[in-house]
């Protein structure tokens, strides 16, 4: 089973991501000028191949379960649930059975099916319930500690998913993690990086303190081998008896006498009536390619459909790669589909108007009202309503060697959610009620207006920008792919998808091209280091647009299908791009 992590550290990365970009106006005819910092030096990325199948997640030890069970017979889905549940264990920070998420299936026949696994808001959630006396919103009240939880989706999805499409038993299929939370796992330096960001959450929990923390209250160390006896017993329940013994049994009663010691709203009968969604995908065409990806409750993939209409109408490979023209399409592109986003919730509370919003001449109208050498002012456009979704998050792809494709996306909304461990579970529980809006009408931290059609309410599943997508050509897939990032998601999946179809960029190039981000308010331009030269910063800032440049964002784990790039056979069936913004991430082929 050859296996590469493309190890590339974080240092290393971005000094070779600061890139030879084209002059403004040239375009970017020569794709692999891309492999070559300004310097000269050369970075030399390649794409993971794999000849039977490849899994690439955000975590090393993730991918490689995922990887084996491909090579004992298992088919995508069986993957793709040993991966879910490894990640629980070995990325605790958003690996999960304490949030929920998002699932887009492709079978090998065509078939393409939606799971929406999301958290519900508990049954006695309210509009204000994060507001004081006097109507504002209180600071940290739906971000930490037992009242920022919602009702988990993870396993119910993950089980389902299985019991429908999956070859192996579920014993099978969980006793990667299992083991790797009964006998532990040695800790990376990333591993501890990540936890340390939580220490002091750490220190407050009692539950979270004995596992993650040393008995004095220092934190643990790369080198050290990390166990998690209490969540291994709760893995064995539910491999023993499924998501009954998650929604109905002893994990439940324990996760709501937490909830009520620590102050929490979550009752026995939120986990019995949890349900997941079985929805067909949201469709859109770009460039002959079909895209399969998120619907509402997912405001993401109504986001990346529209950007990709108005986009359909420029030819983009003849601008060049990162020229000023080609970002001020798309910076335009990503501003008017922000700013229309209005009103998007959960399907089960609210109309909305996808037909519209994803609708070919509506981008047409909206292309005619973009000028092709100047900013347009993100207050001459209607208020949009994005949700300030937090970023960390974590996605996983997997392809078989039958075509069944897996993308997930999963979260506990926040790093280790809400900093809180339910009792003798081991699990680490979400603050996924932060996704809603505390108070719709006002700005979030983000600067992005709240809508009313994303308040909370009993049962409700907040908005998210989370996109798992798969895009296929002529009744095969192509690309299996999705990040993490939250209001950034779609932008993140726009950047890698026009990479590879735009640009002729390999899958590695894609995934590690320099990301731009707009989303309407605020009326910034965001940049990763390297993504424009100072000409083109020169002169979109001579056009009116405010550069700002931010720190990495996003982890678009990505397979390509048929060569490392589009129209570039290789002898393996599948190429996968890891994003190491994260270190510890990998693509394994079977």
């Given amino acids: 089973m050859p296996f590469s992590r493309g190890l590339r550290y974080r240092a290393v990365l971005f000094s070779c991501l600061a890139l030879t970009l084209p002059a403004v106006g040239q375009a970017a005819t020569d794709p692999l000028a891309f492999e070559t910092t300004r310097t000269g030096q050369a970075v030399g990325l390649a794409p993971t191949p794999g000849k039977n199948g490849m899994v690439v997640s955000a ?5 490689r379960v995922g990887a084996d069970i491909l090579a004992r017979g298992g088919n995508a889905v069986d993957s793709a649930a040993a991966v879910a549940y490894a990640l629980a264990v070995v990325y605790p920070a958003a690996g999960n ?3 929920g998420g998002f699932m887009t299936l492709r079978t090998p026949d065509g078939h393409v099916t939606f799971i929406d696994f999301r958290e ?3 049954g006695r959630a309210t509009p204000t319930m994060y507001q004081d006396a006097s109507g504002q919103v209180m600071p940290g009240a739906s971000t930490a500690g037992w009242r920022a939880v919602a009702i988990p989706g993870t396993v119910a999805g993950i089980e389902q998913v299985h019991d429908r499409w999956g070859r192996l038993s579920r014993a099978d299929v969980m006793a990667p993690a299992i083991a790797l939370a009964r006998d532990g796992f040695i800790l990376k ?10 220490t002091a959450s750490f220190a407050r929990d009692p539950y979270a303190r004995r596992i993650f923390l040393h008995a004095d209250g220092t934190p643990l160390v790369a080198g050290e081998r990390l166990v998690q006896a209490d969540l291994a017993h709760t893995l064995e329940r539910i491999a023993r008896d499924g998501a009954r013994a998650f929604y109905n049994g002893p994990i439940a009663r324990e996760i709501v006498n937490s909830s009520k010691k620590g102050g929490g709203i979550l009752a026995r009968k939120d986990f019995a009536s949890y349900h997941t969604r079985f929805m067909a995908p949201l469709t859109c065409e770009y460039r002959g390619y079909h895209i399969d990806t998120a619907p509402p409750p997912s405001g993401g993939g109504v986001a990346l459909c529209e950007m990709l209409n108005i986009l359909s109408g420029y030819d983009m490979h003849a601008l060049g790669l990162h020229t000023a023209a080609s970002v001020q399409r798309e910076v335009e592109a990503m501003r008017h589909t922000y700013a229309d986003r209005q009103e998007l919730g959960d399907p089960a509370f609210v109309n909305n108007p ?5 609708d070919p001449a509506y981008a047409g109208e909206v292309r005619k009202y973009i000028p092709l050498n100047r900013a347009v002012p993100s207050a001459s456009l209607h208020p949009g309503s994005a949700q300030g979704e937090k970023e960390e998050t974590t ?3 997997i392809a078989d060697r039958d075509g069944m494709a897996v993308a997930v996306t999963y979260t506990l909304n926040g790093w280790f959610g809400s900093g809180v461990v339910a009792g003798r579970t081991g699990i680490i529980m979400n603050d996924e009620m932060d996704d809603f809006s505390s108070r719709p009408g006002q700005p979030n931290m983000f600067g992005i207006v709240g809508s009313a059609a994303n308040a909370i309410a009993p049962g409700k599943t907040p908005l998210s920008s989370m996109a798992p997508t798969i895009v296929s050509r002529d009744g095969k897939p192509v690309l299996v792919m999705g990040s993490p990032g939250g209001s950034r998601i779609p932008t993140i999946v726009l950047s890698v998808l026009l990479g590879v179809v735009d640009y002729g960029l390999d899958v590695q190039q894609a995934v590690d091209l320099p990301r731009i981000h707009e989303q309407w308010q605020p009326d910034v331009v965001q940049v990763e280091h390297g993504a424009l030269s100072p000409a083109v910063t020169r002169q979109l800032t001579h056009e009116g647009y405010t550069i700002e440049e931010h720190a990495p964002w996003g982890l678009a784990e990505t397979i390509l299908a048929g060569g ?11 190429y996968g791009g890891a994003d190491m913004r994260h270190q510890s991430g990998a693509a394994v082929g079977e």
């Fill in 189 to 198: 330096q990333s591993d501890v990086d990540l936890l340390n960001l939580a």
């Fill in 395 to 397: 996605h996983y792809s």
């Fill in 354 to 358: 996808i037909q519209h919003l994803t």
């Fill in 120 to 122: 519900h808001a508990p």
């Fill in 97 to 99: 059975i304490g949030g």
């Fill in 59 to 63: 975590q090393d030890i993730a991918s």
């Fill in 564 to 574: 490392p790039r589009i129209g570039k056979a290789g002898g393996m069936r599948y």
